[in-house]
């Protein structure tokens, strides 16, 4: 081949290499590069943004789980939103924002999965049984479950439909008592308030909610109690984005951990 010819050939590979080098780098992602990666790290941490909708009787448990798990992973955010679990339940089913759903019961839960609305299968974390709570002073004198149904005593329960109250009701069933409250509340936190304020000589709650009132209430824990005890469920909603960082708070909750937390707090192995 002449000089003339290997010149050519020179002069046109550096034409190529220039025009490479003043292309655009491609913005599209590629399979080991995706455009919004929510996998762990190389630490192991998860980052990002969930919402956890989570029953009323687990607001003091989860947000301390919240925290630790905030602490453990810097990177991510759990915003937490409690209600009774059948307001949350019924507010998944209309499309609310959320990415964890933790019920009181498994009824709840079980109306999600029936519509096709949870990512995988729900996970039982915990148990809970009713307890009578009064204001220290005990000032209408409860001391057994059928005291509850004496003329003049206020007596304040969950609304049938909230996990408290059905088994509100499944205990006075098997103790052949019937309760004539006063107010009927969509959340335990709601029937608790109504005691520490004054307004409700009694209220059916959880034993963990008397736990976690301290000396704002006396507990009066009765024998049918256990004819009711409550199985937590948790699970990912199907509508999540970041499922990876919801698969890892539930790996929290039901892990040595979030056991221990929920144990101290005065919640039943599932």
Do not use: W
């Not at 909708?53 to 955010?77: C, R, Y």
């Not at 205990?171 to 509340?185: F, I, N, R, Y």
């Amino acid at each position: 081949m002449s000089t003339r010819k290997h010149a050519r050939y020179a002069l046109i590979a550096a034409l190529l290499l220039g025009l490479a080098a003043c292309a655009p780098a491609s913005t599209t992602p590629t399979a080991s590069q995706p455009a919004t990666s929510q996998s762990p790290d190389a630490t192991g941490q998860v980052s990002g943004t969930i919402t956890v909708f989570a029953a009323a009787s687990l607001k003091a448990t989860f947000t301390q789980l919240a925290s630790d798990f905030e602490a453990k992973n810097p990177g991510a955010k759990i915003l937490l939103s409690f209600a009774g679990s059948s307001d949350l339940a019924t507010q998944i089913t209309q499309g609310a924002p959320a990415d964890v759903f933790a019920s009181a019961d498994t009824k709840n839960m079980t109306r999600l999965a029936d519509t096709k609305l949870l990512d995988g299968t729900a996970k039982n974390f915990a148990t809970n049984v009713l307890e009578i709570a009064v204001p220290p002073s005990n000032p209408a004198s409860i001391a057994s479950f059928v005291d509850l149904a004496r003329p003049g005593v206020k007596v304040v329960v969950c609304a049938s439909q909230v996990p408290c109250g059905a088994a509100a009701d499944t205990v006075e069933k098997a103790a052949g008592v019937t309760l004539s409250p006063v107010s009927e509340e969509s959340s335990v936190t709601d029937v608790l308030g109504k005691v520490t304020s004054g307004e409700a000589d009694a209220g059916l709650v959880y034993v963990t909610d008397v736990i976690g009132a301290g000396d704002k209430v006396k507990g009066i824990p009765f024998d049918e109690s256990g004819k009711a005890v409550n199985t937590y469920p948790i699970a990912t909603v199907g509508s999540s984005r970041n499922k990876e960082l919801a698969a890892a708070f539930i790996a929290m909750v039901t892990g040595p951990d979030g056991q221990k937390t929920l144990s101290d707090a005065g919640f039943g192995a599932p």
